[in-house]
């Protein structure tokens, strides 16, 4: 029984019934003034220093932007052209913000699970024509095909202890034992989908001889009824124009050094975009964070939320103003942020908390798919990088090895989920019973960024979606997608690193694949 906090005896009727946060006058803040020059961050002797490159050779932001001006115009002049507004379409269905949560329970975990696994099946027959219906349990000296997910018989990862928990439509939730001695090559998690193909002898044992995990989903198709393209084929152009790069900065809490709350790393973040002008300032939280020993020994004289607005939420509105209405700014929370709904996933934050009369700033959930222009992105605050490293469970054949960071990364897209680790990490605050396919992915992104403790990176990951029993038959698409780690803005008392993208739109067939076409810089605040 839920009774409504406002009215001591009144009973909520229906579990999901929104409960929308009454908006707040907001209160109108400034900015403190920007702190002396005697904090650890304020003294140091490089700044924004970029640390590596990726592509190097394609043309950077700097020079796309000049492009139509002359070399020779003065900076002043430069800067007073108004940045370009890309388009902003979100593809992922994440919750809302007011949604009613805290509604967790065993069932509602039970039906998630049964859910990936029925999803998994039904996305596996679509490419191949085999029934996936056996019992798990099924004893049997010839080859069968079963489905379930990945359990641990220990504590820790051990590829000698994994079992293989069949669906209850199926297997009526039954576990049996993974002997993986026949497998060369394999990745495992709990919670992962497995597809197995082997032999059952006693009923208790199934002797894996191909297992089946990555299952990606095609990318994101912009609808187009006439592309620039086509119009060149049908002879319908009337101008060639060269197409618009997409100018971006991506940038991941915390975005203060742990010494104080003067969010000096941001203010040098703003100022550094201020100059380079981009299309899209991406800022993934935590911005006001909890782990902050500011905020764990409650020393700070002001309230948390006047904290946000005074250096999160006047700083970027000042930003909006002063790049003018073509610039855009999407903030992404994080669970770790003190004055925001800490439920992963996640809703976006309250409207009510900006001026943004001319919609340029963009609030979305955690996770999120959006697409800018042509190119797609995910993203998500919650560290899945360092939550699937510490239970993967790996091997390699002999003499050869394997890139972790694109092994974790190409889970997420073979499995088709933001977080496919069941259970979840200690401290992740998960629940599935407000909205979980908000976990799943709709796409395969362009694009991945995950926020991450873990150091910096770019990989580019291949994959083909669908997947192929016969490994005779050559597989004729093979696409790409980029995964990126941006880093934290401040590490401690010092500064961290932010990325710098440029996205140029594919000229040729050889460029199409975004792996080609991406510059991304990874720089030392």
Known sequence: ??????????????????YITPPQPRVKVTPRQVPSPTTPFSQRTTKCTVQFVFNDHLPDASSSAVDDIQQSEDLVLRKLKDVRRCQLE???????????YMADQVESRFNELERRIKKFVQAFSEYESVPLSQHVAYASQEKILVVGRVCYDTEEADPNAVLLEGSVEYSGGHRVRLDLREISQFSLFPGQILVVEG?????????ASRIFYSLPLPPHSAPDDNPL?????????????????????????????????????????????????????????PFVDAEHPHVKQGITDRVLSHVFQEEITTRLEDYCQFLGAGAR??????????FHDRIFPQPPFNSFMFE???????????????????????????????????????????????????????QLVGQRSFYP??????????????????????????????????VPFVKS???????????????????????????????????GTFVEAMVTLPSTPQLSSIGARAKLSFIKI
């Open 329 to 338: 700014v999407i903030l992404i929370p994080s669970t770790r942020d003190v």
């Open 356 to 410: 943004d009369s001319s919609q340029q700033i963009s609030l979305l959930p955690n996770p999120s798919v959006f697409r800018l222009d042509e190119v797609s992105i995910g993203c998500c605050t919650t560290d899945i990088l360092r939550h699937l490293s510490s239970e993967e469970a790996a091997r390699n054949p002999p003499g050869t090895s394997s890139d972790r960071m694109s092994r974790l990364g190409a």
């Open 461 to 495: 990951l291949s994959y083909t979606p669908g997947v192929k029993l016969d490994e005779s038959q050559p597989r004729t698409e093979n696409l790409t997608t980029l995964l990126v780690n941006p880093g934290r803005l401040a590490k401690g008392a010092m500064g």
């Open 421 to 454: 680790l069941f259970p979840p990490a200690l401290g992740t605050c998960l629940d599935l019973a407000v909205n979980p396919s908000a976990l799943d992915l709709p796409c395969t992104p362009d694009i991945i960024v995950l926020s991450s403790d873990l």
């Open 199 to 207: 032999h059952n002898p006693s009923g208790h044992c199934l002797v």
């Open 90 to 100: 979100e593809l992922s269905t994440g919750l809302k913000p007011g949604c009613r």
């Open 1 to 18: 029984m839920l009774v409504d906090s406002k009215t001591p005896n009144k009973v909520v009727g229906s579990r999901e019934a929104q």
């Open 229 to 285: 393209a086509k119009r060149q084929a049908t002879n319908l152009t009337v101008k060639t124009q060269t197409p618009q790069p997409l100018h971006m900065i991506v940038a991941s809490g915390p975005f203060t050094t742990s010494d104080n709350l003067s969010f000096e790393p941001l203010m040098e973040l703003l100022a550094y975009a201020r100059n380079k002008r981009p299309n899209v300032l991406l800022l993934m939280g």
